[in-house]
């Protein structure tokens, strides 16, 4: 049995990895942690887990790393830098579900997210953890960067053409639409009930963090630098990202062939599905899953391709890609723990 | 493996049944039966299942009676009279999902269901299917009529005190707030999107058939003649039922005496939790698991009990309880498919 | 022009009067008070108001007396009292919509605020502003109290027969389903969307503080002490409470008698709808509007009453009925700017 | 008093008239058909209505034609075709609802809506009924051709730059964001509750029928041909359309520059807001008002332009443009029976 353990328990994130977790055949959850509900139950702040004994524990990592062989980090950033530093030098593996190390060039980290990066010979140590694309590089590493929502949304979206000559890469755009479990669980006045329900608005228009982070992998996978257009909104519901991606031709392409180049991209992934023509993906139907539902449109009056992408934030965005990267690295089924499909309704 | 088929699989309940049994170690789906999408792939309604191949057929019970030992069924009642008794003479075991021999007296039915009981020789041989009451007999029985879902959040809130001598049981009244899936797949206007969300309406006052069959049982727990008020509201949201269950007390009694009651009742249930003092069941923290979570308050100003209970109406109250059943009827592992826990959020 | 102040404008019932008040033909809303958003232009908090010019403002109220005559305070209760009483001293009117001045019996106030009450000659002044109860007293008064959204509810649901002696007035149940602007604008994690939608739960069993309320006003109707059980319970919506009352009878009565006490008494009411038998009141019939819908039933098998209301909290149940109280106050038409019907959806 | 009649008054729009109607100073409504639920009373239908006398009526024109003036027709397309030029040949004026009269060019709305269009006599005295565009020929219009909801949004959203050098006119994408109750009343299994709650979803991807009404206002304003991308997102909310627009720059240009053409633009309508840098339109904000609130963002990274613009659907995109409209063609003043602002919450 592998020892884990949740650094940051007490968010949805670290709440969902705790249920995945509990219920992995070869998985031992024996520590999580939580500054502000250290010495409480888990069972007393999330009251749907039965686990009796379980209480967070606060973060202190010289305790800490003699309980667990494997850590998931769900801190904010900047302390998780810190922390993946630690546990990597103890020679602990690592799965970062914060943003600190998915960016490569410290320089556009520092950017975006306004503090240096102290560990840049780390960060090249570090894998982009999404199983699709770097699944051999995963198998092998010690830290991994857990994608962020909205780019997992965006990179399997976009990853079957992004390299191909047929796309005008200068035109991508991401319309993405999230459900509010994305903003977390502490208390603020934008997350209240009566602000979010009955109502959608778009935020962090031109500036959002995710931004460099869908171009430095569509960047990388098609070997061009590629800036996009990403704009996310705020819906009255509790899970989902779905993602509209619009990206215009330079040639003449047949619909038929596009949608070969997904199922061929695809065919052997256990969480990515490529719906039938005329079928739209839909966040309910892939809720509580890990699968990401794509489709594929084809728009000849203006020649462009227009692709719907769906996913669970907190699962495929989050948790689940958690899980499936541990699966990867320590060579358990990749889908162990990971094959509740999502329930009608 | 055991076979099982589901006959009536394109409503909520067939769905969530095909979902949990799906991915229950000891059991094959070999049939799934769908008057309006016979010949359609099971994938194409619920786009949430991968299943590539299973399609739903036709309520041809001579071709299905060879293709499975168990059934479910989630067909309307009086067509489930005669399908129940069709598979019981077949020498078939029957997980009736429908009220039809969920009361034991025929003229009670009919009175309430407005059609006669063809088979009341087969309703002696049912078995209401609670676990929690009625453990011993769902073993041996080859008919169980599985619960209705007000009536599991009722009968479960009552029955460690029901045949108490400090219970008024004149003065019971539930007052049940459900969530909307518990109005079926079927199109119809008063269930549509804008007429449900944001508003909450009683409905069916004084006149619910789940009324006759809370009665039923609390009166066999109680050995009196039970007589309840019951009222069921609609909430807008999926999943879910909340009842708030009133009864007089004769006799003054401690807090933690009725609270021990319920403890002991309940200590060795793996599906029932009784919450601590001073926390009340929310729906959304049973949502997608098969429990039924339990508070108990003492109104001393006016000498009156008051408990609440929670339950997700399409598992513990109904296709959850149905595969709970199947567990105690084939000697599995009682929780056995059912061990998720509700996710958060 | 009547001027009037808002002191504590910007919570939902501070804004919702603003919004009333801002179209009133006889009104001037000279100043809104908030101490949070002091100096911040109210269209600024609230995007939805167009007026380009109000400030709120400190609440310093040797500068405010000077600005209007009547003052509608949506304090917190204990500032409330000091408050309304400085105002009264200054000659001023004063439409309290804390629970301040509700409880006539100080004793009974402290016992469920837990402070004392320091001006229980004003206690004596006071008049509970529930216009349909209390018509002409407003008419004269200097301070109303303004009734608190559940008491609403359940008071204009029992009026017309608490006094009647065909009821058992020792077993009143109030189950009440209310929507979260009820708790409020503050941010608290309860209240966060994820928390809320998707999920129903009892709160505050036996413990609410309407409870009192409800009880003095249905004493002092019936002439009798009486004592109710009440059970809020919070709903994944933003407006709207719904009351099941549920009362047995101490003799037969026909359902045709009972309804035509209520359509007697409230024939001349211009905001409570008595509903034709076999509906059932919406909350979001009443959404946006100052209704209070009504339905009776009668439960032969039981010998009970079953009267259901909905009222929209923020409006009937807290600022339209303040808006009724001036108007009845000053003598306007009772319904001006509160003529809006709900809209559809 | 204007004598009008609505012709389809049993669904959203209708209703919505019916209310906005009935508080309108200066107008008395006359008749209200609906062909399902003729001779019933329309507070029996929508139970939020008071008016205890209007009765639903069938489409029987030539009794109609004597009982108004003014007609709104909230009917089909085709049905509402005919009705167009009936009441037009009876000297009547009209604000036509449906799409019928929108498509200036016969050949592409029989490619649209496959049939063709038979009076095209009258599509040329048509007016397409967006006052901040069309105002003085609504004014002289006998047949207004009242704008689908998704346009609104859109051309409101560009109107003040579309014909601007700066802009890429072969680039524009208009990503939209819809509440159910936009898809109508008529029961349908997509738009049952929960198969709409809790989830997002893209549909007529590449094909809905707004997008060349979209084109045909744009390339008119613009005096260029504009084709656009349009795909239309269902919302798990009652109302509101959230538009998010997409323009490349061919030029460098300030924001502010493009702000103040903005405020240029709309300075003096009364139901357009642009609101301040840094804010972003929400559909809550503009709910249950006629208001149009538009954002304008510059994205230097890529060379784009994001506009977001939300309107009540229901309203302004629908039945408040209609009186809107109604007001100017009978010289009311242009905000009459409109002034109403979104509610909090």
């Not at 630690?86 to 520092?110: C, H, M, T």
């Not at 778009?202 to 800036?227: D, F, G, N």
Request: one cysteine or more; a positive charge; hydrophobic letters at 35%.
């Amino acid at each position: 049995m592998l020892k884990v353990a949740i650094l940051g328990g007490s968010g949805y994130t670290g709440s969902e990895l705790l249920r995945l977790l509990s219920s992995h055949p070869h998985v031992n959850v024996t520590a999580v942690t939580s500054e502000r509900s250290a010495g409480i139950l888990v069972s007393d702040v999330f009251i749907n887990f039965r686990n009796p004994h379980l209480k967070f524990e606060p973060l202190d990592l010289s305790s800490l790393e003699k309980k667990a062989d494997l850590f998931f980090l769900c801190l904010p950033h900047k302390t998780s830098q810190d922390t993946v530093a630690f546990l990597y030098n103890a020679g602990k593996k690592v799965i970062d579900l914060s943003a600190d190390y998915r960016i490569k060039d410290a320089k556009i980290y520092q950017e975006w997210y306004n503090i240096p990066h102290l560990y840049t010979h780390l960060l090249k140590k570090a894998v982009y953890g999404l199983p699709e694309i770097y699944r051999k590089q995963i198998k092998k590493s010690s830290i991994i960067a857990n994608p962020g929502c909205y780019p997992v949304s965006a990179i399997l979206g976009l990853a079957p053409v992004i390299g191909k000559s047929f796309l005008d890469t200068n035109s991508i755009i991401v319309d993405s639409k999230s459900g509010t479990s994305g903003a977390g669980r502490s208390p603020a006045q934008p997350f209240m009930f009566c602000e979010v329900n009955e109502s959608v608005r778009a935020y962090s228009v031109t500036t959002h963090r995710h931004t460099p982070e869908i171009e430095q992998e569509l960047s990388s996978i098609s070997r061009r630098k590629i800036k996009i257009i990403f704009t996310p909104h705020l819906m009255p519901m509790d899970r989902g990202i779905l993602s509209t991606i619009y990206v215009r031709l330079k040639k003449d392409i047949k619909l038929s062939d596009v949608q070969k180049l997904y199922q061929e991209f695809y065919k052997s992934e256990p969480f990515v599905r490529v719906l039938k023509n005329g079928l739209y993906p839909a966040t309910k139907a892939v809720k509580g899953s890990n699968f990401c539902d794509l489709s594929v449109s084809l728009d000849r009056r203006t020649g462009s391709l227009i692709i719907v992408s769906a996913i669970d934030n907190l699962l495929k965005g989050a948790s689940g890609t958690a899980v499936q990267n541990m699966n990867i690295m320590y060579g358990f089924d990749e889908t162990t723990g990971l094959t509740a499909s999502s329930p009608s309704p």
